[in-house]
């Protein structure tokens, strides 16, 4: 008979334990052998461990990334600040929106001419704009903050890549 999860003993984070990995979620992490030190099988992330306060710090990323263990899973021990947070979407919005607008007063401004055969480029060029510009401020945002989604298909993108040359 299976016990409900909330029953499920929890377990203390140790060196010598297997964990998920809480960066890509797909591999899992084991100690270095003659380190303090941690490291995924699958995205091959380096770790630190801080035992007393049972979380867990990214090494070799630019971002500073950290969990913590609370005995069943690993919980994100965010440090952002909340302004800069707020201040990197601000910016995001405005690189999304303002070139796309650009295009589009433009092209009202100054309309072509409505029997031309370029009547709708203007409106192409803006509705493309926008995507492209979406697009990108995605694959930044997915970036900074390390979606695991996004970490996971990036690596196994990186496996293929590699397998095929």
Request: glycine residues 4%; hydrophobic residues 45%.
């Amino acid at each position: 008979m299976k016990r409900p999860e909330h029953e499920k003993k929890t377990r203390p984070l140790r060196y010598d334990g297997t964990y998920r990995c809480p960066a890509c979620r797909h591999g899992h992490i084991a100690e270095l052998p003659l380190m303090e030190a941690m490291a995924c099988d699958f995205c091959r992330h380096i770790f630190t461990l801080n035992l007393s306060s049972q979380s867990i710090q990214v090494v070799d990323s630019s971002q500073p990334m950290s969990w913590r263990w609370n005995g069943r899973k690993w919980v994100a021990a965010y440090h952002d600040d909340q302004q800069l947070s707020v201040l990197i979407w601000i910016l995001c919005g405005g690189l999304v929106v303002f070139p796309a607008l650009i295009v589009w007063i433009a092209a009202y401004v100054f309309p072509p001419l409505p029997d031309s055969p370029w009547a709708q480029f203007s409106t192409l060029w803006a509705v493309s704009a926008f995507g492209l510009h979406l697009a990108m401020v995605g694959w930044m945002l997915a970036e900074y903050y390390q979606v695991p989604f996004y970490v996971s298909n990036k690596i196994r993108l990186q496996r293929l890549f590699r397998a095929a040359r």
